[in-house]
Nanobody, 129 residues
Framework: QVQLVESGGGLVQAGGSLRLSCAASGRTFSSYAMGWFRQAPGKERELIGAITRSGGSTYYADSMKGRFTISRDNAKNTAYLQMNSPKPEDTAVYYC??????????????????????WGQGALVTVSS
């Protein structure tokens, strides 16, 4: 099992850009699909998107398309979330998660019976106006 540590969070101005990283320990990173989620204050956790084990395909929630880019570098055991032109309403704690099955990540916030194998600790992103 991998362990995940997010980094890159902090304060960003609206319209800027920010890249979050999710570093995985262990030598089995490429065995896991990776997902990114966020939870704003007072709201439920929501899916941003996910990426296959090879990095060849990505899936984004409809509301997130065009605003976020998910990528990974298996040689560096790291997944990334690029935020483009963030808005104040993007202020949230951002989480990465790992599971061998991409679908588990995609439905993690809608299917109570599906739980990603590993979660990161979260990184706070605050977008100022």
């Amino acid at each position: 099992q991998v362990q995940l540590v997010e980094s890159g969070g902090g304060l960003v101005q609206a319209g800027g850009s920010l890249r979050l990283s999710c570093a995985a320990s262990g030598r089995t990173f490429s065995s896991y699909a990776m997902g990114w989620f966020r939870q704003a204050p007072g709201k439920e956790r929501e899916l941003i998107g996910a990426i296959t084990r090879s990095g060849g395909s990505t899936y984004y929630a409809d509301s997130m398309k065009g605003r976020f880019t998910i990528s990974r570098d298996n040689a560096k055991n790291t997944a990334y979330l690029q935020m483009n032109s963030p808005k104040p309403e993007d202020t949230a704690v951002y989480y990465c998660a790992a599971d061998p099955i991409l679908h588990t990540l995609v439905v993690a916030t809608t299917d109570k019976g599906r739980h990603p194998e590993v979660w990161g600790q979260g990184a706070l992103v605050t977008v100022s106006s």
